[in-house]
């Protein structure tokens, strides 16, 4: 008979906000579960309050690991992404999170980890490395990135300019990036209300893009960005 | 136990108690620290953590039976969950989940009454449980069609269950009591002070080691020591349980120093095997809750059955 092997769970000696705190982070039963409870409970209200209307759905690869990336209206936009997604799928879809923002205060970071099961990107130190725990993450199969490449919410509802960080990401991969315009999340809750009113959301899903032939330099990770920004664009002008 | 907590001698006797000995340990280490400026940090770390647990102690059982109840289960919960991270069985999901659910389980049937009848806790289906638990974690492995494996899970989940949930539980199902807060206050007042005496007195009078491969830090003088604080230990608080007599309070003793000993040697056992120091992190200062815990687990069931055997709980 083997010698039974004991194999601790990777964070096992660590407090549990820094078990959250961690990237990526060790699957747990408990946190699984809460998360999928908290998103039937947001998917009824954003269904009821907001009167959520997603189309394209037919655009998300099946089984390969994809890229969604939208307008930043508000902080509806995460969880009203996750809800195209099936319920199964939500723990392996990370909605990229300013660390600086999300990661920084104990209620938002357990908010932001158990249910959002964000991934804190470092936008203002190293957005660099944070990009390359991007790439690592897309490399296994059925993993699903949310980015939000403008960067920060939208003040007046336009959509700003798309970081080159997305370009980088994507140039010389053949990861499918799946454009999504989220309509309706700014008027519903702008930046400094404190929750959201009663407006419609709409999200158009549009169909992937692939960026195999470009190169990761600078000209071109810009140019991807803008493509990328006018493809989101697309679907705001066809409801 | 009702809300009238403050109004029972025994509760209001420990609580006086607790905070005496909180101030004076607090006064001790701002001594040491400030006028003979020693290095405090680790004692400091560790008053931190009692300085929180004992109030979250006292409030669960000032608010009565059923907040006793709730706090003991999800401590059970923790602790469970602290094993199966540290042995690996948390990644079955399976096993894991059925062991939860029974500890879960524990904690209903302690807060439902006896089928029928009035009185407080199903103590009928606390015994059956193990039962039904044995039969669903059985059953898993079977479900799966798989047997390559599954010895070990099966065998983790087993122990934690039955150590960690169903032994442990007891102490929830002790909130039934008529004299709920004399045992509840006893066990939690003798158990830490077991530990301690042993750890004193080894670091006094230690010269032989104890079982030097289970932990090595443990001495024989401490070891005795403990044995003899916890026999004097029941009958300097005999106000907790003026309905035990002589053989009670005798056989309390012996549990509670033979017992918490062995409690705390029984999870260094595990740790040993797995090469781990603490079985977790949630308290600073004293690792997770099954480090602070362990010999009260094993002294729980034993203390409440001897009570139940000779005076009944109720």
Known sequence: MDAWRYEPTADFDQAPIQRLKNFPRQPDLLVYGVRTVAHAVIRGLMRVWHRLEISGREHLPADESFILVANHGSHLDAP???????????????????????FTNISRLVFSAVVINAMPFDRKENPRQSLDVCRQLLEAPGHILILFPEGTRTLDGELGRFKPGIGFLVAG????????????????????????????????????????????????AVAIADSLRDAVLALRQSP | MNSAALENPVFRGYLFVLAGILAVAGALIAL??????????????????????????????????????????????????????????????????????????????????????????????LMALPVYVVAAILMIPILRDRAKGQLQPIALALLGFIYMGWMFGHMAFLANARNAYGYLLFLLFAVPLCDVSAFTFGK???????????????????????????????????????????????????????????GDLSISVIKRDIGIKDMGALIEGHGGVLDRVDSLIYVAPLFFHMVRYFQGLQ
Not at chain 1, 80 to 102: C, E, M, N, Q, V
Not at chain 2, 230 to 241: D, E, G, K, T, Y
Request: net charge positive; with cysteine; charged share 20%.
């Open chain 1, 80 to 102: 009203a992404l996750l809800g195209a997604l099936p319920l199964k799928k939500i723990h392996r879809a990370f909605p990229a999170a300013a660390s600086d923002y999300f």
């Open chain 1, 173 to 220: 991969s053949n990861i499918p990036v799946v454009p999504c315009y989220l309509d309706g999340a700014h008027r519903a809750w702008p930046k400094g209300k404190w929750i959201p009113r009663p407006r419609k959301l709409r999200l158009t899903i549009g169909a992937p893009l692939r960026f195999a032939d470009k190169q990761a330099v600078k000209e071109e």
């Open chain 2, 32 to 125: 040491l620290r400030f006028v003979f400026r020693k290095n405090v940090d680790h004692a400091w770390k560790a008053y931190r953590g009692w300085l929180i647990m004992i109030p979250i102690t006292f409030a669960a059982l000032y608010f009565g039976r059923e907040t006793t109840i709730l706090f003991f289960t999800l401590l059970a919960l923790a602790a469970f969950t602290e094993f199966a991270r540290a042995t690996g069985l948390y990644r079955d999901w399976g096993m894991t989940g059925v062991a939860l659910v029974g500890i879960a389980a524990v904690g209903v049937v302690s807060f439902m009454n006896e089928p029928d009848s009035t009185t407080k806790g199903w103590y009928g289906m």
């Open chain 2, 204 to 262: 006094i009078f230690g010269r032989h080691k104890f079982r030097p491969n289970v932990s090595p830090n443990k001495t024989w003088e401490g070891a005795i020591g403990a044995l003899a604080v916890s026999m004097a230990f029941p009958w300097l608080v005999r106000f907790s349980f003026p309905e035990l007599g002589t053989r009670e309070l005798l056989l309390a003793g012996i549990i509670v120093g033979i017992g918490g000993q062995l």
